[in-house]
Protein backbone atom coordinates (compact mmCIF):
# COMPACT_ATOMS: atom_id res chain seq x y z
CA UNK A 1 0.00 0.00 0.00
CA UNK A 2 1.55 3.36 -1.07
CA UNK A 3 1.82 5.31 2.14
CA UNK A 4 2.38 8.99 1.51
CA UNK A 5 3.95 11.25 4.70
CA UNK A 6 3.55 14.80 4.97
CA UNK A 7 5.23 17.13 6.68
CA UNK A 8 5.08 19.22 9.05
CA UNK A 9 1.55 17.90 10.35
CA UNK A 10 1.15 21.54 12.18
CA UNK A 11 2.73 24.80 11.08
CA UNK A 12 1.49 28.38 12.72
CA UNK A 13 3.63 31.40 10.80
CA UNK A 14 3.55 35.03 10.71
CA UNK A 15 1.90 36.82 8.02
CA UNK A 16 5.26 37.58 5.66
CA UNK A 17 7.29 34.49 6.66
CA UNK A 18 7.92 31.42 3.95
CA UNK A 19 7.62 27.89 4.63
CA UNK A 20 8.08 24.44 2.87
CA UNK A 21 5.89 21.56 3.14
CA UNK A 22 6.69 18.39 2.29
CA UNK A 23 5.28 15.54 0.54
CA UNK A 24 7.09 11.98 0.80
CA UNK A 25 6.87 8.77 0.00
CA UNK A 26 9.61 5.05 -0.81
CA UNK A 27 6.90 4.36 -4.06
CA UNK A 28 7.56 6.25 -7.38
CA UNK A 29 4.40 8.35 -8.63
CA UNK A 30 2.86 8.48 -12.02
CA UNK A 31 1.55 12.18 -10.87
CA UNK A 32 1.12 13.79 -7.64
CA UNK A 33 -1.43 16.78 -6.84
CA UNK A 34 -1.72 19.27 -4.30
CA UNK A 35 -5.25 20.18 -2.58
CA UNK A 36 -5.89 22.89 -0.48
CA UNK A 37 -8.70 22.64 1.77
CA UNK A 38 -10.13 25.20 3.77
CA UNK A 39 -12.77 24.51 6.89
CA UNK A 40 -15.74 23.60 6.42
CA UNK A 41 -15.05 22.48 2.67
CA UNK A 42 -14.16 20.19 0.28
CA UNK A 43 -10.28 19.97 -0.86
CA UNK A 44 -9.59 22.35 -3.99
CA UNK A 45 -6.90 20.76 -6.85
CA UNK A 46 -3.95 23.51 -6.75
CA UNK A 47 -1.30 21.69 -8.79
CA UNK A 48 -0.66 18.25 -10.93
CA UNK A 49 2.72 17.54 -11.40
CA UNK A 50 4.01 14.29 -13.61
CA UNK A 51 8.05 14.67 -14.64
CA UNK A 52 10.50 13.83 -12.33
CA UNK A 53 12.62 17.20 -11.23
CA UNK A 54 9.33 19.84 -12.62
CA UNK A 55 9.05 23.13 -10.99
CA UNK A 56 5.33 24.44 -11.23
CA UNK A 57 4.86 27.80 -9.27
CA UNK A 58 1.26 29.44 -8.71
CA UNK A 59 1.77 33.09 -7.87
CA UNK A 60 3.60 32.89 -4.32
CA UNK A 61 3.15 28.74 -4.11
CA UNK A 62 6.35 26.78 -5.78
CA UNK A 63 5.86 23.14 -6.24
CA UNK A 64 8.79 20.55 -7.02
CA UNK A 65 8.30 17.06 -7.76
CA UNK A 66 11.33 15.24 -6.77
CA UNK A 67 13.74 13.82 -9.96
CA UNK A 68 13.09 10.26 -8.79
CA UNK A 69 9.11 10.72 -8.23
CA UNK A 70 8.99 10.02 -5.06
CA UNK A 71 8.76 13.09 -3.11
CA UNK A 72 7.57 16.35 -3.69
CA UNK A 73 7.52 19.89 -1.99
CA UNK A 74 5.20 23.00 -1.60
CA UNK A 75 6.86 26.31 -0.68
CA UNK A 76 5.18 29.64 -0.45
CA UNK A 77 6.91 33.06 -0.06
CA UNK A 78 5.49 35.87 2.07
CA UNK A 79 2.36 34.16 3.85
CA UNK A 80 -0.72 35.74 4.05
CA UNK A 81 -3.81 34.35 5.90
CA UNK A 82 -5.52 33.42 3.34
CA UNK A 83 -3.33 30.50 2.85
CA UNK A 84 -4.47 29.74 6.38
CA UNK A 85 -5.81 25.68 5.23
CA UNK A 86 -5.19 22.09 4.82
CA UNK A 87 -2.74 21.19 2.32
CA UNK A 88 -2.84 17.71 0.72
CA UNK A 89 -0.64 15.80 -1.64
CA UNK A 90 -2.10 13.04 -3.35
CA UNK A 91 -0.35 10.65 -6.04
CA UNK A 92 -1.42 7.83 -8.11
CA UNK A 93 0.53 4.75 -8.12
CA UNK A 94 2.04 2.93 -11.02
CA UNK A 95 -0.24 0.27 -10.78
CA UNK A 96 -3.38 1.38 -9.88
CA UNK A 97 -5.69 4.00 -11.16
CA UNK A 98 -6.41 6.31 -8.01
CA UNK A 99 -5.42 8.62 -6.00
CA UNK A 100 -4.06 8.08 -2.23
CA UNK A 101 -3.63 11.57 -0.02
CA UNK A 102 -1.82 11.89 2.72
CA UNK A 103 -2.70 13.53 5.75
CA UNK A 104 -2.26 16.83 5.41
CA UNK A 105 -0.27 20.01 6.59
CA UNK A 106 -2.45 21.95 8.75
CA UNK A 107 -0.93 25.36 8.27
CA UNK A 108 -1.97 28.62 10.20
CA UNK A 109 -0.85 32.12 9.05
CA UNK A 110 -1.23 34.80 11.98
CA UNK A 111 -1.88 38.19 10.85
CA UNK B 1 -22.18 24.93 -12.58
CA UNK B 2 -23.25 24.52 -9.36
CA UNK B 3 -20.51 21.80 -8.44
CA UNK B 4 -20.88 18.74 -6.45
CA UNK B 5 -23.74 18.66 -4.13
CA UNK B 6 -24.02 17.19 -1.03
CA UNK B 7 -26.83 16.81 1.61
CA UNK B 8 -27.41 16.86 4.60
CA UNK B 9 -24.41 18.91 5.22
CA UNK B 10 -24.52 17.92 9.02
CA UNK B 11 -26.25 14.39 10.10
CA UNK B 12 -26.54 13.72 13.61
CA UNK B 13 -27.72 10.09 14.56
CA UNK B 14 -27.84 7.48 17.19
CA UNK B 15 -25.99 4.18 17.03
CA UNK B 16 -27.87 1.45 15.10
CA UNK B 17 -29.74 3.79 12.61
CA UNK B 18 -29.35 4.41 9.10
CA UNK B 19 -28.07 6.54 7.55
CA UNK B 20 -27.81 7.79 4.01
CA UNK B 21 -25.54 10.40 2.09
CA UNK B 22 -26.45 12.13 -0.98
CA UNK B 23 -24.23 13.62 -3.83
CA UNK B 24 -25.05 15.02 -7.23
CA UNK B 25 -22.00 15.52 -9.43
CA UNK B 26 -20.62 17.62 -11.92
CA UNK B 27 -23.01 17.28 -15.17
CA UNK B 28 -20.52 15.24 -17.71
CA UNK B 29 -18.30 14.09 -15.38
CA UNK B 30 -18.18 10.42 -15.60
CA UNK B 31 -16.01 9.46 -12.12
CA UNK B 32 -17.95 9.84 -8.60
CA UNK B 33 -15.75 9.32 -5.70
CA UNK B 34 -16.64 8.92 -2.12
CA UNK B 35 -13.90 9.57 0.78
CA UNK B 36 -13.91 9.54 4.31
CA UNK B 37 -12.31 11.63 6.57
CA UNK B 38 -11.43 12.19 10.12
CA UNK B 39 -8.29 13.23 11.68
CA UNK B 40 -6.92 9.66 12.33
CA UNK B 41 -7.19 8.15 8.95
CA UNK B 42 -6.86 11.48 6.86
CA UNK B 43 -9.03 10.91 3.32
CA UNK B 44 -9.73 8.01 2.41
CA UNK B 45 -11.36 6.61 -1.04
CA UNK B 46 -14.00 3.99 -0.01
CA UNK B 47 -15.62 3.84 -3.58
CA UNK B 48 -15.47 4.90 -6.75
CA UNK B 49 -17.93 4.75 -10.15
CA UNK B 50 -17.23 5.07 -13.98
CA UNK B 51 -19.93 5.66 -15.69
CA UNK B 52 -22.72 4.71 -13.13
CA UNK B 53 -20.95 1.60 -12.56
CA UNK B 54 -18.77 0.61 -8.96
CA UNK B 55 -15.19 0.43 -9.96
CA UNK B 56 -13.07 -0.24 -6.95
CA UNK B 57 -14.79 -0.93 -3.56
CA UNK B 58 -11.73 -1.62 -1.61
CA UNK B 59 -12.08 1.08 0.48
CA UNK B 60 -15.37 0.08 1.99
CA UNK B 61 -14.45 -0.41 5.01
CA UNK B 62 -17.19 -2.99 6.25
CA UNK B 63 -20.59 -4.94 5.33
CA UNK B 64 -22.27 -2.12 6.52
CA UNK B 65 -21.33 0.07 3.81
CA UNK B 66 -23.18 0.17 0.80
CA UNK B 67 -23.01 2.98 -2.04
CA UNK B 68 -25.37 3.16 -5.11
CA UNK B 69 -25.54 5.17 -8.63
CA UNK B 70 -28.40 4.66 -9.97
CA UNK B 71 -27.94 7.34 -12.53
CA UNK B 72 -25.25 10.03 -13.53
CA UNK B 73 -26.88 12.60 -11.28
CA UNK B 74 -27.00 10.80 -8.37
CA UNK B 75 -25.09 8.52 -5.87
CA UNK B 76 -26.14 7.45 -2.36
CA UNK B 77 -23.36 6.03 0.68
CA UNK B 78 -25.58 4.27 3.17
CA UNK B 79 -24.42 3.21 6.49
CA UNK B 80 -26.96 0.56 7.93
CA UNK B 81 -26.39 0.08 11.03
CA UNK B 82 -24.21 3.27 12.12
CA UNK B 83 -21.59 3.04 15.05
CA UNK B 84 -19.60 5.70 17.00
CA UNK B 85 -16.74 5.24 14.91
CA UNK B 86 -18.45 6.09 11.45
CA UNK B 87 -18.60 9.55 12.70
CA UNK B 88 -16.41 11.95 10.04
CA UNK B 89 -16.59 13.53 7.33
CA UNK B 90 -17.86 12.14 3.92
CA UNK B 91 -17.05 13.67 0.71
CA UNK B 92 -18.15 13.05 -2.68
CA UNK B 93 -15.96 14.37 -5.45
CA UNK B 94 -16.71 14.14 -9.86
CA UNK B 95 -14.14 14.28 -12.08
CA UNK B 96 -13.51 13.19 -16.00
CA UNK B 97 -10.48 10.69 -15.16
CA UNK B 98 -9.54 8.99 -12.01
CA UNK B 99 -6.03 10.44 -11.43
CA UNK B 100 -4.82 12.94 -13.85
CA UNK B 101 -7.31 14.89 -13.94
CA UNK B 102 -8.95 17.53 -10.96
CA UNK B 103 -11.35 15.64 -8.81
CA UNK B 104 -14.07 18.74 -7.88
CA UNK B 105 -14.90 17.88 -4.05
CA UNK B 106 -18.30 18.77 -2.51
CA UNK B 107 -18.93 20.76 1.04
CA UNK B 108 -19.13 17.11 3.22
CA UNK B 109 -21.50 15.74 5.04
CA UNK B 110 -20.25 15.88 8.80
CA UNK B 111 -21.65 12.78 9.94
CA UNK B 112 -21.58 12.23 14.33
CA UNK B 113 -23.25 8.96 15.55
CA UNK B 114 -23.76 9.07 19.22
Known amino acids: TQLLEQSPQFLSIQEGENLTVYCNSSSVFSSLQWYRQEPGEGPVLLVT?????EVKKLKRLTFQFGDARKDSSLHITAAQPGDTGLYLC???????????FGKGTLLTVNP | DAGVIQSPRHEVTEMGQEVTLRCKPI?????LFWYRQTMMRGLELLIY????????DSGMPEDRFSAKMPNASFSTLKIQPSEPRDSAVYFCASSFSPTMDEQYFGPGTRLTVT
Open chain 1, 90 to 100: AAEGSSNYKLT
Open chain 1, 49 to 53: VVTGG
Open chain 2, 49 to 56: FNNNVPID
Open chain 2, 27 to 31: SGHDY
